[in-house]
């Protein structure tokens, strides 16, 4: 069975510091991973994606993750945050054919002027 | 596109009544999902649809849950009678590939 784990709950940070949240995989199959973010109030918005090619995908805000199959990590990264960035961040994974999502528990990133 | 649209955004009831909650999937999606978030237990599938057709509904909680996909443009999700451990935030989201698009949400309070 596929699962996700997000070890932070929560991540405090400044502005303009780097930031780094975890997400770790586990699937006896080949996975697509994603990451969502959700701002108060509202839906999930997907930030970026990894189905196949260079590991190393990017979001139009600056954000990066690095798809790593032999430590099943799927780590997302940005150089420097913004206030706007403070949100909820969900890592999630499904099978090359399913659309079925599992998400992890969701990391709170909280950016401090 | 409006994108994916739920109503109502809020819901307040009391114990044992009926609440049905609405979803319009994007024009073109073939698949739809219905999702709970709550504190306690994050982001769970509930079910799910492929061509209106539930395809996995392991994740209804019980009998007092059901969901119908009439036509490509609308589903629902029922809950009757519903109990104050149902409140939740209910999202629908739609996808015709691998990324799904979700809907605002619907914040149910159960009194």
């Known amino acids: 069975a596929q699962s996700v784990t997000q070890l932070d709950s929560q991540v405090p940070v400044f502005e303009e510091a780097p930031v780094e949240l975890r997400c770790n995989y586990s699937?006896?199959?080949?996975?697509?991973l994603f990451w969502y973010v959700q701002y108060p109030n509202q839906g999930l918005q997907l930030l970026l994606k990894?189905?196949?090619?260079?590991?190393l995908v990017e979001s139009i805000n600056g954000f990066e993750a690095e798809f790593n199959k032999s430590q099943t990590s799927f780590h997302l990264r940005k150089p420097s945050v913004h206030i706007s960035d403070t949100a909820e961040y969900f890592c999630a994974v499904t099978m090359d054919s399913s659309y079925k999502l599992i998400f992890g528990s969701g990391t709170r990133l909280l950016v401090r002027p | 596109d409006a994108g994916v649209i739920q109503s109502p955004r809020h819901e307040v009831t009391e114990m044992g009544q009926e609440v049905t909650l609405r979803c319009k999937p994007i024009s073109g999606h073939d698949y739809l999902f219905w999702y709970r978030q709550t504190m306690m237990r994050g982001l769970e599938l509930l079910i799910y649809?492929?061509?209106?057709?539930?395809?996995?509904d392991s994740g209804m909680p019980e009998d007092r849950f059901s969901a119908k996909m009439p036509n490509a443009s609308f589903s629902t999700l029922k809950i009757q009678p519903s109990e104050p451990r149902d409140s939740a935030v209910y999202f629908c989201?739609?996808?015709?590939?691998?990324?799904?698009?979700f809907g605002p949400g619907t914040r149910l309070t159960v009194l």
């Open positions: 990894y189905l196949s090619g260079s590991t």
């Open positions: 699937s006896s199959v080949s996975v697509y």
């Open positions: 989201a739609s996808t015709s590939g691998s990324e799904q698009f």
């Open positions: 649809f492929n061509n209106n057709v539930p395809i996995d």
